[in-house]
């Protein structure tokens, strides 16, 4: 049986624990670093946000790939926060130009 | 053996899978997952060599909170509506009474489109937990973050305005999302859905 990891913020970044245990078991200095760390060392990974909010992924697996879903993500917000900086720079141009 | 601590946090969403509900249902995921709960419905399972009711039973012992929305049961192509909702509600309750343990913590929401609707065709669930959501994607966020925050008392979970517009958000980036993964956004099946939702939140918190 996998063991659930937390992945959660910490005084110097970000932890990752044991279920059932109050001390963290390695701590990163990015989030990021300690999802993907604690991906590989179990399934069952409980990540919780900024504020100590949770994250429950189902126990079916999904059918698409993690790692090119992940990608997917990245790449789709990274695309819209561009868009978005790109229409509030419009904006502030037509503001001036009013 | 099962985990008391998953079964806290299973929530069992029963709706109907058709296109028309579609928007209602991934609003209920999203609204269940944001609120840092497991969805869990029927669609989960896809093993045919299980009976679908044996199915059902098992996910609803898994599930401390269950969600029914009763809002179609009406008449439907073939005259008759459709019965399965109400029966699985009926499991649940069933499940909640005469079960002993964990399973007595049980919480159950039913959701209908109206007020007072189900009084029509099930009058015996008065006094249970009904709300309406008047078929709006916004009211069902708030309906299940609202029932959620009050039967789990937890007041870390977010407000309701504020993951109605989380969930807009991902809406809006889920056809590209969908593009990427050469994916049609209307045949997302349960568990990839459910995946790509925690998958985007997970990646929006960084």
Redesign the interface.
């Known amino acids: 049986m996998t063991k659930?990891l937390h992945v959660e913020p910490h005084a110097d970044g970000w932890a990752i624990r044991r279920?059932g245990s109050k001390r963290a078991a390695s701590i990163y200095k990015?989030?990021?670093d300690a999802?993907d760390e604690a991906n590989k060392l179990s399934f069952d990974v409980v990540?919780h946000?900024?504020?100590?909010?949770?994250?429950?992924?189902?126990?079916?697996?999904?059918?698409?790939d993690?790692k090119?879903?992940?990608q997917?993500?990245?790449?789709?917000?990274a695309?819209?926060l561009k868009l978005r900086v790109r229409a509030s720079t419009r904006n502030q141009a037509s503001a001036r130009g009013k | 053996m099962r985990n008391t601590a998953e079964f806290r946090l299973n929530v069992f969403i029963n709706c109907p899978f058709d296109s028309d509900y579609k928007p209602l249902f991934e609003a209920t995921v999203f609204a269940v997952s944001i609120a840092g709960f497991t969805p869990r419905c029927a669609l989960e399972a896809g093993d045919a060599g299980t009976f679908r009711l044996e199915k059902i039973l098992t996910i609803l012992s898994e599930c401390r909170y269950g969600i029914h929305d009763l809002s179609r049961t009406e008449p439907g192509a073939f005259g008759l509506p459709r019965f399965n909702m109400p029966f699985e509600l009926g499991l649940d309750l069933a499940c909640k009474k005469f079960s002993s343990g964990e399973q007595r913590e049980k919480r159950l929401l039913i959701l209908d489109r109206s007020r007072f609707r189900y009084q029509k065709f099930l009058s015996d669930v008065a006094g249970q937990d009904i709300r309406d959501h008047g078929k709006s994607r916004r009211r069902v966020i708030v309906c299940v973050r609202d029932w959620l925050v009050s039967e789990s008392g937890r007041a870390e979970i977010p407000g309701g305005d504020y993951m109605y517009r989380r969930y807009l958000s991902f809406q809006r980036e889920l056809p590209a999302l969908c593009r990427k993964l050469r994916l049609h956004p209307e045949q997302l099946t349960f568990v990839d859905l459910s995946g790509t939702i925690f998958t985007w939140l997970e990646e929006n918190e960084v």
């Open positions: 659930t279920e990015s989030k990021q999802i990540i946000g900024k504020t100590g909010q949770p994250f429950r992924r189902s126990p079916v697996p999904p059918s698409i993690p090119k879903l992940r997917a993500v990245r790449e789709v917000r695309a819209s």
